[in-house]
């Protein structure tokens, strides 16, 4: 994707571009200054007859084959009052569909200097939607066409380079959600720990980050018996993926954990067979951190960040722990093994304790597929969020609010922590049935941060399955979480400035 940003007056439709016009309800078309007298004419007669709705997603296009532009598309904002970011995202979701039935690649969107409008927002609509992922299918004979260069214009000449910078951002974020979505809808047998860890390590040498893996032997030698008891049943080694990006002139560390589980069978608690396979995705919470690293380092704020991820797979082979097994984690707590199917909070157990002894990060938030429950609870349109302190939550929801990837405050009180006690070891791996099995799940993990401020976000439902929202395909990961936290990780960064 390119998009170019120039002043108002200065935008040309030669080479047969689509022109892209806003329509509000309360404040009809804006722009229209790059199409004729007698387009503008049409299109007023069509509002008048009802044929253009202002309605918010709502998108019309009139195909001029006789102009230099090829058509007009507007794009209904519904009521001004009510206009935000992620109204532009979806809108823009359903015109890339309609963009692309009618094999238009170039985009002039024409803008009013009297209602700025984020376009950063209607980039992202665009370029999230036409995501597709076709790893595994034979070449169309007939492929479709997606919008690879955008033109827009900005109200004043002063407001041409923030807007080009914003939206170069914008474009660089998105690539990352997408490398990130592309891990996730990989095959299991072809992104295993390994495969994962090899991902990983790749990208951090493109884009200029440290890199370690740790293997079995590794991670054996420091104590992180809670991970490895979930590996044991695969016959594919556990690996520990540590990112780290240094910024000379940074004073502060924050932290990205990311449950990377390739593949979850529920090991002897074994999972119903319907809907197994979608257990690949079980790493998303991985890919999202390692996609939302991929943009920070690009993107460069003046702050530390490590990114970690603990991969396994979670099945049933001979060596497989059982029910009743105790394990001991990294930082000498032991629990108890009541369900191997509550493996996701083993595997992050550790990797949470290492990293708080290790990095000493000023705040961490760790992403993780982690619980039925949060769906049953949220459904597929926001996370569950836990944390440990309260400003952590407040800057988390100013970067929800930011990327539309929507979170929703869930309690860590003693009495659900006390839920997780075991009989015979400190913890529990699970708590009582059909009791707050989310809440439950992050106060188990609130024994791995010691006194670091840190926020579990719980995205099981919002990783994948998401439909009704224009610009995610429900048959594929969503990439839930990059653009949450890249944005966190650069507020934070203009923060301490």
């Known amino acids: 994707m390119q998009v170019v940003v120039v002043e108002k007056g200065n935008v040309h439709v030669e080479g047969g571009p689509c022109v892209v016009l806003a329509d509000f309800e309360d404040g009809g078309l804006t722009g229209g200054a790059l199409i004729t007298p007698e ?113 827009v214009s900005a109200p004043t000449s002063e407001a041409v380079a923030e807007l080009q910078e914003g939206c170069d951002r914008t474009i660089l974020t998105c690539e990352s959600v997408e490398w990130s979505r592309d891990l996730c809808n990989t095959a299991p047998n072809d992104l295993t720990p390994s495969t994962l860890a090899y991902h990983a390590e790749t990208m951090a040498e493109e884009v200029g980050c440290d890199c370690e893996i740790l293997d079995e032997d590794k991670m054996g030698d420091l104590g992180m018996d809670a991970l490895l008891g979930v590996s044991k049943g695969g016959a594919e080694p556990a690996k520990l993926i540590i990112l780290e990006y240094a910024h000379e002139e940074a004073t502060r560390t924050l932290a990205l954990v990311g449950k990377g589980l390739t593949f979850d069978t529920g090991g002897i608690s074994i999972k119903p067979a ?41 099945k049933t082979g001979a060596d497989a722990q059982v029910p009743g097994d105790i394990v001991r984690a990294y930082n000498g707590k032991t629990i108890e093994v009541h369900n191997t199917d509550a493996e996701g909070r083993l595997i992050l157990a550790d990797a949470l304790a290492y990293t708080v002894d290790t990095y000493t ?104 399955g998401v439909k009704n929202v224009s610009y995610l395909n429900p048959d594929h990961a969503t990439g839930y979480g990059v653009r949450l936290f890249a944005q966190w990780v650069l507020d934070e960064a203009m923060r301490g400035e």
């Open 39 to 151: 387009d503008q004419a049409a299109l007023q007669t069509l509002k008048e007859q009802g044929r253009i709705s202002s309605k918010a997603q709502s998108v019309y296009y009139l195909p001029t084959p006789t102009r230099t532009y090829a058509g007009v598309l507007v794009l209904g904002l519904g009521d001004k009052d009510r206009f935000e970011a992620e109204v532009f995202r979806r809108s823009a979701g359903k015109a890339a569909a309609v963009l692309s039935e009618q094999r238009i690649s170039k985009v002039v969107f024409d803008s009013s200097p009297d209602f700025p409008l984020p376009m950063e927002a209607f980039i992202e609509g665009i370029m999230l939607a036409q995501y597709s992922f076709t790893k595994y299918k034979a070449e169309a004979d007939n492929p479709p066409v997606y919008v690879e260069n955008i033109v």
């Open 361 to 464: 990060p000023d705040e961490m938030i760790d992403a993780a597929t982690l619980t039925g429950a949060v769906i049953s609870g949220l459904g597929h349109y926001a996370a569950g969020v836990m944390t440990t302190d309260d400003d952590l939550m407040a800057e988390l929801q100013l970067a929800a609010n930011a990327t539309g990837e929507r979170i929703w405050p869930l309690p860590l009180w003693d009495d659900y922590a006390d839920l997780m006690k075991g009989t015979h070891a400190d913890l529990c791996n699970i708590g009582p049935p059909g009791e707050a099995g989310t809440v439950t799940a992050g106060c188990f993990l609130k024994e791995f941060v010691g006194d670091t401020p840190w926020a579990h976000v719980d995205i099981a439902g919002t990783a994948w």
């Open 274 to 314: 319907a809907g197994m396979h979608e257990m690949k995705y079980d790493m998303c919470g991985g890919a999202a951190v390692l996609g939302a690293m991929r943009a920070i380092v690009l993107l460069q704020p003046k702050i530390n960040v490590v990114c970690v991820v603990p991969s396994s797979e979670n």
